[in-house]
Structure formats: C-alpha cells, structure tokens
C-alpha cells in the first residue's frame, strides 16, 4: 500500500503533470522546465533574464527529485511483484500436495471437530476452484525485442504504423519533428520539420502516401509520406546539431544516438495546413474515406476539416475540459473524442442529424479509445484501468482491465484483437478482447523503455510487429507471438 501511495503522488500529480503540461505545448527538453510559458511563440516579456534563468534551475531541481523518488518507487514495486510470483509459486506448490494425499476412508467416518471439518471444506473448495481456473490457461506467447528507431532529441508521444506498401513508422516528438522509419532497418527515411511546437499525434492516411500531424502550435498539417527504401551502400552516417542544449549525460546518450542516424530528406513545409482552434492541438486523424479530418484540441472543442480545401465543417462542443485523443473509426465515419472531464465521446456523422453518446465509466481523465471489431471501443485513464465497451449497448462496459499504472494511447491488433496497454510504469501490458490478461513485454535495465510508454501501435505481416515508443525519446520494435488456445 505505501508503494502505490508513493506512486501516485510523484507520478500522477508532480512529474505527469510538468512533463504532459510542459511538453504538448513547447516540446523543450525533459531537464528544463518551463511552467512559466504555455507556447512557444509566447515570451516571458518583462521578466529579468537571470530571474528567468533562476525560475528554470529551480524548476529542474524539482523535476529531478520527482525522478529520483519515482525511479525507487519502481524498484519497491518490481521488489513487490517479484514476492506476489513467489507467493503463487508457493500457492501452487500447495495444492500439487493437497492433491498427492491418500484419499481417507470413508469406511470408517472417523469423527471430526468443527475446526477440522471446516478446514477440510476450504482446502476442497482451493482445489476444485484451482483445477477449474487451470483450465482456462492463457495462450501460449513470445516477446522478443528486435531493435530501436533512433534520432529524436526529446520525448516521443505517438508511433504509427503505415497503411500502404511498403510499410513504414512514423512518430511525433516533442522536439517539433515527426520522422518516417524504415520497418526492416531502423533507418529515418523522412524528417518533418515543419511544427514550431511539440507534435504531438502522427496518423497516416488510409489509402494515399499522406501524413496527418498535430501539434502544441494550434495547427494540423497534411505533408506527403512518399519516401524510397535506401539500400545498404546508400547508408551515410550524420551529426545532429544543437548539442549546446544538453548537459553532459545527455550529450554522452546523443553521441552514442548518431552512430545509427542516417541522412535523411527533410521536408519543412505542409501541403495543407488545417486551423481554427484556439489550444493545443493534442491529436488529429483522417476520417474512414480520407477526405476530411477531425482534430482534438485543449480548447474543448474537436473539429471536422475538408482535407480538400481546409474549411471547417463543423466544430465539435460538449466536453467540460480539454481534450486528451481523437481516433476516427476505420471504415465508418464515427470518432470518439477523450477528455480530462473522464468522460469519452462517439460522435455518429453517418446519419443528417449527427448522433451524440458520452460514455461515463472512468473517475480520472480518460486518455485513449480505440475502435475494436465486433463493435467494440477499449478506453483507458489515469485512473489505471482499460474498459472494453459494446457500441450496442453503451450503458455499461462489458470488461475492465486493471492496470498497475495510469494508461496511454493503447492500440488492439486487427488479426489477432490482442490489446497493447502502456503504461506510466514503463510497461506495457497485453489482454485479449474479453479482457483476460496474456503478458507484459519484457523490461529490465538494458532492454525496454526507462520512462513512461506513451504509444504503442500493430503492425501487419511483418517480423516486428509491435512498436513502443516513449518520454526516453526511445522508439522500440517487438516481435510478439501468440499461440491461439485451439492450437495448444
């Protein structure tokens, strides 16, 4: 209990709120707070430089103590972990001894005390419900890490995965680029520069070599994806500039960093620059046919753009907070939106009248939703748990899935509805579609994210076909292999 407790008032309330708070807005660097700023083209006019300088030192400090005791909180909660497995080890070791003794005569009906005979009842009731629960033994499963996308100098909020062949990654940065990777080789095959603010969600568009970007500088942009797979001799080593920026630790990580950044083609201007909000643009993504889009904002409003000529359609009111995520539905024209008022809406465009359903379910900010098949939605929060809902009947969810730590952009996979939870803790965690949990993917100090998750995203038929990607500004590829039940 105290090590939940720890959790929650360093993690959830200091460090999250500075990080997220700082980061989607300006997209400076982890170690230098910035409080005092809301965007990037707003200047602390009037405010003595060395008061400001004073303000920023300050700040780090505090921002380091928040890493400091988060980083021994998790070392108190992987030590509590690893007691709770030996406990079950121990719990089954038990009940294979229950099961190894001689059963008693019945013949004889020796007499009992009431103690014994009550006790006699616990013990059959732990084995017969032991044996049943052995029944409904988890798929059998691999997670094997396969290697890591490198060249962004700040936090990464989103990864995705294209649509179209070949297939690529993208990921959005609070370093004010998205990049284009290469699945096969980890090699940064585009680099989009055209943000002056964090970006903060990358999504690709259904069926063209289009990328939909959005960003802490109020503004979406649609940029071109078309990029060409280098070849082994066409690999060029480069230096990233800017290295003044960053103390000496960090300048160590961005030395061994450029030993796998690639020249790559820089774009620095949209094709289509999507505006009307007055906030950060904390998500945007393509409508089912790709010619409009929707885009989610702290302003409390989403809006509905032709991708076309970059009119507003409609603007979307309702929520009592800032928005947190906007995921449009894959093949009809529905969206849900996530706020911080822990509500999550699903706006219906398909009839003349749109349709509006506010799903409460959650007690903190709900920070994801996705659309699952069979009709279904996965949301998630900071109040650490994953609900899976039927868009038939919306009253109630169907499942929840509890989770050790506040939740992120989760994603389910198409062929095997298998669903990736990140989480705050710096894992990620895998249920299926009814909720029942498979696994988590392996973490430890020379493999796995250092800082929270804040993506994952499926792939197709490829050999890495789950990626991570992270406030370490680290971008992972999983191979993660599920046996069905049927198969075992």
Sequence with gaps: MPVEGITKTTKSKGVRMIRRHRSHTEGTHTDRPSMSRYRDDVETDGMPSALRDRLYDLFGQIEKEFDTLYTANITLQERVDALNEKIEVSSTSDKQLVDSQDTPDLGSKPKRSASQISQKIKTTYKVSTSKIVSSFRAPTSSFTYVRDYRGHRDGVWEVKVSKSDPHVIGTASADHTARLFSIETGICLLRYTGHQGSVNSIRFHPNKD???????????????????????????????????????????????????????????????????????????????????????????????????????????????????????????????????????????????????????????????????????????????????????????????????????????????????????????????INGNRIGRLPRSSRQGHTRMVTSVSWAGDTSTNLFTCGFDRQVLGWQVWIQPKDKE
């Design 210 to 432: 289009l990328v939909l970007t959005g960003s802490g500088d109020e503004r979406a942009h649609i940029w071109s994806s078309q990029v060409t797979l280098p070849t082994h001799g066409e690999v060029v080593k480069s230096h990233s500039s800017g290295e003044d920026d960053l103390d000496g630790s960090e300048k160590e990580e961005m030395m061994e960093d450029q030993d796998q950044v690639t020249d790559c083609v820089t774009q620095r201007s949209p094709l289509m620059e999507l505006s009307g909000h007055v906030g950060v643009i904390i998500a945007a993504d393509w409508m089912a046919e790709g010619t409009q889009a929707i885009t989610a904002s702290w302003d409390r409003t989403a809006i509905l753009h032709d991708t076309e000529s970059g009119e507003i359609i409609n603007t979307l009111t309702g929520h009592d907070q800032e928005l947190t995520e906007v995921e449009a539905h894959p093949s009809q024209r529905m969206a849900v939106t996530c706020s911080k008022d822990t509500t999550f809406r699903l706006w219906d465009f398909r009839a003349p009248a749109m349709l509006v359903n506010v799903f409460q379910g959650h007690t903190q900010p709900v920070t994801t939703a996705v659309f699952a098949s069979n009709d279904r939605v996965i949301s998630g929060s900071d109040d650490r748990r994953a609900k899976i809902w039927d868009l038939r009947n919306m009253r109630s969810p169907i499942a929840t899935i509890q989770c050790d730590s506040a939740i992120n952009r989760l994603s389910v996979c198409d062929a095997t509805q298998i669903i990736a939870i990140p989480q705050d803790n710096r894992h990620v965690k895998l249920c299926d």
